[in-house]
């Protein structure tokens, strides 16, 4: 079985820094997707990233941006010049290829944004 | 752009009552998953349907079950509720196109069993 961890329970960071959220996965196949979804206060999932497996290059979005390194399964978020609205429940997600519709997520990193 | 309409959004249910949560997905996906989310956890796998056949299990317990119509939209039937049942349950769909690999969440409807 596939299992997503997120060492993390809590992190902060200053507004306009760095943070990088981390996560790591345990599976045996070679095709899978990962994704980071964001969980702000009002409960939405909303899908932040995501990166397929076969693809070496990281996956980048606005100032958001993965550290995918497969070998040591392990799949980073980084969020550029943080802004107050990235404050939420981010969640690292794993969903094996083809033939599987499950996402299997991580316990979640809660992130806080400090003025 | 439409995106996954779960309704009601809020409902409250006594013990050992019944509880039916609708998804509309978002046009042109064909297949939906369930989510359950109890307080503080992460959102747990029930069940997902692809062109109205269920596609995975997961942990969702013989009280509850759920469906796929022709028209694409998806209802979960719980039964029997416990306290337990209480939590965020999401929908999510996702299209044929880049071959189903990204899922979009609906907001949720929280259950509340009292």
């Known amino acids: 079985a596939q299992t997503v961890t997120q060492s993390q329970p809590e992190m902060s960071v200053q507004e306009a820094e760095t943070v990088t959220l981390s996560c790591t996965y345990d599976?045996?196949?070679?095709?899978?997707?990962l994704f980071w979804y964001k969980q702000p206060p009002s409960r939405q999932m909303i899908l932040v990233i995501r990166?397929?497996?076969?693809?070496?290059q990281n996956a980048t979005e606005n100032r958001f941006s993965v550290n995918f390194q497969k070998a040591a399964k392990s799949f980073s978020l980084k969020i550029s010049d943080s802004q107050l609205g990235d404050a939420a429940m981010y969640f690292c997600a794993y969903k094996p290829g083809a033939g599987s519709y499950q996402l299997t997520f991580g316990k979640g990193t809660k992130l806080s944004v400090i003025p | 752009a439409a995106g996954v309409i779960q309704s009601p959004r809020h409902l409250i249910k006594e013990k050992r009552e019944t509880a039916t949560l609708k998804c509309y997905p978002i046009p042109r996906h064909d297949t939906v998953y369930w989510y359950q989310q109890g307080p503080g956890q992460d959102p747990q796998f029930l069940i997902s349907f692809y062109e109205k056949m269920q596609s995975d299990k997961g942990s969702i317990p013989d009280r509850f079950s759920a469906q796929q119509f022709s028209d694409y939209h998806s209802e979960l039937n719980m039964s029997s509720l416990e306290l337990g049942d209480s939590a965020l349950y999401f929908c999510?769909?996702?299209?044929?196109?880049?071959?189903?690999?990204?899922?979009?969440f609906g907001q949720g409807t929280r259950l509340t069993v009292v």
């Open positions: 999510a769909s996702s299209s044929p196109r880049g071959g189903r690999t990204e899922a979009f």
């Open positions: 599976t045996s196949e070679s095709d899978y997707y």
């Open positions: 990166q397929e497996a076969y693809k070496q």
